[in-house]
């Protein structure tokens, strides 16, 4: 079935630098891949997405890339700041089989850790 | 003008004992889900409703029945609570007609459940 693998599960990084989360997906039929940032407490909430017709897209400090070939994606975070801290989660959603849904497999988590 | 609600926000009952959780979304969105997350913040989706009607039902225990009123409500009933149901129960909305669309899934603020 469906699988997202994430890496790492956890991550320290020095505020003012960058930070990067890596995925994979099994499903080569995947063509939508969002990002979501959970706060402490909260409800995951969107960041960035990604659809596989393109291969980056950027919103301020915060880029995604996907390598379908490889069935890689990424998340970039530069010039981090203290309100960055938080999980992480990538995510994976294929066209649905049949008379199905699409459904969002997510990955596992990395727990983001901005040091000051 | 919360968008996705949850109620309640904790909930601490004995094994055993049937409780609901309440969802509402103000979105005008056609589909609702739930998501369990567990103790390692792993997010797995356990149902799907789309304007009432039941389009993801994942490998969950019969004790778990969700209920769609409406399209913009859709609660979650669980019988006789094991200590395995302690987790944390995510709400999520997203306008994809018919389900049949990967699209951005908006989150609720979750529902804390413990079962002793």
């Known amino acids: 079935g469906e699988n997202v693998e994430q890496h790492p599960s956890t991550l320290s990084v020095q505020e003012g630098d960058s930070a990067v989360i890596k995925c994979t997906y099994s499903?080569?039929?995947?063509?939508?891949f969002p990002w979501y940032k959970q706060e402490l407490g909260k409800g995951p909430q969107l960041i960035i997405d990604?659809?596989?017709?393109?291969g980056e897209k950027k919103d301020q400090r915060i880029a995604v890339t996907l390598n379908k070939t490889a069935k890689h994606f990424s998340l970039h975070i530069t010039e981090t700041q203290p309100e960055d801290s938080a999980v992480y989660f990538c995510?994976?959603?294929?066209?649905?089989?049949?008379?199905?849904?699409?459904?969002?497999?997510f990955g596992s988590g990395t727990r983001l850790s901005i040091r000051p | 003008d919360t968008a996705v609600s949850q109620t309640p926000k904790y909930l601490v009952t004995q094994m055993g004992n049937d409780k609901s959780i309440k969802c509402e979304q103000n979105?005008?969105?056609?589909?609702m889900y739930w998501y369990k997350q567990d103790s390692k913040k792993f997010l797995k989706i356990m149902f799907s409703y789309n304007n009432k009607e039941l389009i993801i039902n994942e490998t969950v225990p019969n004790r778990f029945s969700p209920k769609s009123p409406d399209k913009a409500h859709l609660n979650l009933h669980i019988n006789s609570l094991e200590l395995g149901d302690s987790a944390v129960y995510f709400c999520?909305?997203?306008?994809?007609?018919?389900?049949?669309?990967?699209?951005?899934?908006?989150f609720g603020p979750g529902t804390r459940l413990t079962v002793l």
């Open positions: 979105l005008g969105h056609d589909t």
């Open positions: 995510a994976a959603s294929r066209p649905p089989r049949g008379s199905s849904a699409s459904k969002i497999i």
């Open positions: 999520a909305s997203s306008q994809v007609p018919g389900g049949r669309l990967p699209d951005t899934q908006y």
């Open positions: 499903d080569s039929a995947s063509n939508y």
């Open positions: 990604i659809r596989s017709n393109v």
